[in-house]
């Protein structure tokens, strides 16, 4: 595959990643890391490295994809500070620990372990399992510990934790905007602390490919980044025309697909 080629299948990644991500209101590394995984091997770079090079695009691209989001939260004043402060230490660290547990399983190990994780969000989106409202008060040592939870699951299959974010808050009492908005900033820091630590365990890699520092492939990224946000407003837009639920069960579809291939691979 030329260099050409692999630019535009990362354009329309980016396209395609940012559409749906509006579109169904989840985090765009689910789409991102098996469309990589796809286009790395497209590419003939070795399958030991495929999935951590995926996973570590991903987390640098919702860094980026990710701050225009929390910043319109921001502005709305949506964003829990209080919660986000609680969560901080435990996200960093998790995310760090998550960086490490899948430098340390192996590429087809790793596929695994994603094909499930994205089946069980496909589950949650075709029973329609939305999180349950409370007023449970947790204390700054439980936040911390879910934030660990959370940052090592993220980092682990590259994404930003919104799916484990929201569900939590929303037991604390959090509003639906709140909740969302603070999951939005919950997945700054995970994305920075994620995606630095991958390109210090891929630092001198033998296996990577030209272009790439650590587990990061610098084409993917920019490429990714400059068609996401504009495709994210799109998507937004569909959302609000076409059947909410249509939209949810074919994601959920999509996803079980792609999750019986990464099982099947």
Request: net charge positive; with cysteine.
């Given at each position: 595959m030329?260099?050409?080629?692999?630019?535009?299948?990362?354009?329309?990644?980016?396209?395609?990643?940012?559409t749906m991500a509006g579109v169904f209101g989840v985090g765009g590394g689910l789409i991102i890391v098996p469309v990589l995984v796809f286009a790395f091997e497209l590419q003939n770079i070795a399958s030991e490295i495929t999935m951590h090079l995926a996973i570590g695009t991903s987390l640098a691209t919702i860094l980026v994809?990710?701050?225009?989001?929390?910043?319109?939260?921001?502005?709305?004043?949506?964003?829990?500070r209080e919660w986000l402060v609680a969560l901080l230490p435990g996200l960093v660290l998790g995310s760090i620990a998550g960086v490490f547990v899948a430098d340390n399983l192996s590429?087809?190990?790793?596929?695994?372990?994603?094909?499930?994780?994205i089946l069980l969000i496909a589950t949650k989106m075709v029973f329609g399992l939305a999180p349950k409202s409370g007023s449970?008060?947790?204390?700054?040592?439980?936040?911390?510990?879910?934030?660990?939870?959370?940052?090592?699951?993220?980092?682990?299959?590259?994404?930003?934790?919104?799916?484990?974010?929201?569900?939590?808050?929303?037991?604390?009492?959090?509003?639906?905007?709140?909740?969302?908005?603070?999951a939005a900033a919950v997945g700054l820091p995970i994305a920075l602390v994620g995606a630095l630590t991958f390109i210090m365990?891929?630092?001198?890699?033998?296996?990577?490919p030209a272009?790439?520092?650590?587990?990061?492939m610098w084409p993917a990224f920019f490429s990714i980044v400059i068609t996401s946000v504009?495709?994210?407003?799109?998507?937004?837009?569909?959302?609000?025309?076409?059947?909410?639920q249509a939209l949810r069960l074919s994601f959920a579809l999509l996803l079980t697909v792609v999750g019986i291939r990464f099982l099947l691979s």
């Open positions: 030329t260099i050409v080629t692999a630019l535009l299948i990362y354009l329309t990644l980016g396209a395609v990643a940012g994809t990710g701050s225009s989001s929390t910043l319109g939260h921001f502005r709305r004043g949506s964003i829990h590429g087809t190990l790793l596929e695994t372990m994603f094909g499930l994780f449970v008060a947790l204390g700054k040592g439980v936040m911390a510990l879910a934030g660990g939870v959370i940052g090592m699951i993220s980092a682990l299959f590259g994404i930003g934790g919104g799916a484990m974010t929201v569900p939590l808050l929303s037991r604390c009492g959090a509003s639906m905007t709140q909740a969302v908005g603070t365990v891929g630092w001198g890699n033998p296996l990577l272009w790439a520092t650590g587990f990061v504009p495709f994210a407003r799109l998507g937004v837009k569909l959302a609000h025309i076409l059947p909410a």
